[in-house]
């Protein structure tokens, strides 16, 4: 018992919700990229009455059931955790926070849930209109759900439209031991969901989605024609995929862009992390690098001289604000950061060069018979979804030590702009009133043997499903699609005769129409 | 912001919520109650894997909706009343903790049952289905019954019991009886789905299910009187709050008189009605408290743990516009899988 009684409850917690963090994001990503891969096959369906459209949708509709149970089971946990090992941080940002949580409540997740029981279940039951209706709402509730998650987290991050309150009790302010009780509490609703950085991080993340649901798409059809199988499938699914992963991968890299020059407005020591930027100055770009965080600097650094100044200000020799800005105490780890946002950008990069690769050997017809092209297409779908995984890393990890992230202030007033405001010492002052730090957060009631053992039992649970995940996966994979008995020969009414014909045509030209990419 | 009524003041609001949340509560019990009880009926009736898919189907279409009901119950009670989220979660930190695990077991289970290939695959999600909702019915019964008689609450609202303390006898026979209640409430629901012998096993189900909930409905009924006093002030205070407990009397007796005269459809409106007069119990035996504590001056009262006027009332307006689709959809669908369950091609 007594080692229990010296677990660490902060660094416990913190484990179990990355752990937990992690293993449900997995899912939103699938869901999110697959619901609009499903939303464009249930088009093209009732468009083209093409049978392909509708076998494929039923095929891709049972992995995104199969992804959807585990990311409704894994989120439920993330509400929960908030409450019972988050209690102060629930408590202090619960009036402003839990509006959104709310909102994608009522907006989302029943839309979601919902029309999933006719999309999943419902084949025989409703006409394909009805269908594809459902298959549309599925996917507008997992996109509103990223909306609401992605604007709550964005306030931790660069909160607004709040101010700071004194609590009441009894009718009388709150007083524990001396201490006024505080909490954010909302002033103007659309300014909270609306704060500086939601906009562009949403489209950031919903990029990655939609890049994870192409490249699950190319990497099976890349599979099944490595495997000479349901081949005018596997040519579409790696034809359309490709086109989303291709759009996704350049609107990515924008996007990542601007969000790099806005957190470096809003939180400069989570983009000095990033980098590995110790010393305010001007700032090169490190390729690779292995950060001293003793010595405060980085080792055997390979990087382009000030391309970091450059692409933060437009301007070779602008000062960028480093780690020396920053107390100790306020400054984020810089190992975790530092290396998954190289993890993120390098995939990023990987994703440019391979799509532009395969786009020339699709425009030379190349692409469907050239094995280690396709080879790399199977396993880029684990990439994309480790690229998903560390620039969220990345974002969280970085804003330590701050569970709710305090704003500063920067000399002319506009943020990221002049230099930050430093006292005589030459460090950053924040107001901690204003943010929360993550080792203040955590519940006071829960013991660290509690934890413990919660962290373990999810360590247990995960592990399993994980597996059982992966081995249904592939199983549902390696059955493939049930492609209807081929609509060429057999039943031969007008209209089907007619949908073949429009077929065919689509078809032979498939070559030069671009047939994909709706979502992107 | 839009213009209050003289309903929604600022000091009427709170209640308004408490109202709300206790709603989403009422949706909640009444609709996963029915699933969750399949999952414990699905421990002992089923005979065949025929008849175990039958069961994980009539509810396949309608388990994952019928649990956002809960997130969306947790979600509001973190908006509105914060401080009952942060007091509540922490303090049933195991239960909870198992309460996830069972959830996660059972949505899993359901998936991965039919995708097995070996008998003994398919029996171990068969269990875990079973077992998963047996634990999650249990724990919302024991959490009810500790917030009804108490919990050992400090001066900043934080739980300074044990978990044994939350495992007393009162407690955990709420506990058992939540899974009766469920257990009643899906036999009911699959007689409704099912057809030929299956039906008829599940028709003595149901009954045993009946008694056997009576019996426990009870034993509970007379411990809150005799021992609970807190449960019971209010009721001392105004007398015509006992028009609850009488309603739901009749809604039990009723819900027995329809299940042995087989109808099914009434038998599940009047344990429904038994259900909702169940959360208006609770929410008449804790008023105007929202978490009793041992110690009556650190209750968590309604008004004490809300949020501020501006988040109740945004939150009222994105109710306002959110749930009548939500409900609109919600009959669409349950209309859509109306009648009794067939296994199709794109069944589990």
Redesign the interface.
Known sequence: MELFAALDTVLLSRLQFALTIMFHYLFPPLTIGLGVVLVYLGLRYVMTGDRLFRDAQKFWTKIYALNFAMGVSTGIVMEFEFGTNWSVYSEFVGDVFGSALAAEGIFAFFLESGFLAVLVFGWDRVGPKMHLFSTMMVSLGSIFSAVWIVAANSWQQTPAGHHIVPVYRRGEPWVVDGELMMRAEITDFWAMVFNPTTVIRLTHTLTGAFIVGGSLVASVGAWYLLKNRHIEFARRSLNGGLIVMTIGAFTAAATGHLQAKITYAYQPAKMAAYEGHFETGPGHLTVFGIPDVKNETVRYDLSIPRAYSFLLKEDLNAEIVGLDRFAPEDRPPIWIPFVTYRVMVGIGTYLIVLSIVAVVFRLRNKLYTHRPLLFLFVITVFLSLIANHGGWVACEVGRQPWIVHPPLQWTGGEPGVGDVVVDETGVVQYDETQGLRTTDAVSKAISGEQVLGSLIGFGLIYGLLFIVWITVLHQKIQKGPDISEDADTSSASVEDLLDISSSRVSHSKHMIEPNGGSGA | MIAMTSWFTAESLPFVWFTLIGCLLTGYLILDGFDLGVGVLHLIVPKDETERRLSVNSI???W??N??W???F???L??????A??????????A??L???A???R??S???RG?MHSKLGRRMWDVGFGIGSLLAAFLFGVAGGNVVSGLELN??G???GSLMDQLSPYPLTCGLLIVLLFTLHGAIFLYMKLTGDYQQRIANAAKVSWVLFAIVYGIVTIWTLASVPRATENFADVPALWLIPAFNVAMVGLTGWMVWRRFAFAAFLCNAGSIASMVILLAAALFPNLINATDPAMDL?IV?AA??T??LT??LI??G???P??LI??TI?YW??RGKTRL????Y
């Open positions: 396949g279409p309608l994952d909706g649990e956002v809960l997130v969306t947790g979600g509001a973190f908006a509105m009343f914060p401080y989220y942060a007091t509540a979660f922490p303090a049933f930190y195991t909870f903790i309460l996830l695990f959830l996660i077991f949505a899993v359901m998936e991965f995708k001066e900043r934080d739980y300074t009262r004490d949020s501020s501006r988040t945004i939150g994105v109710v516009i959110g749930l689709f939500v959809y919600t669908i859509t899988f199709e091609s794109h069944s």
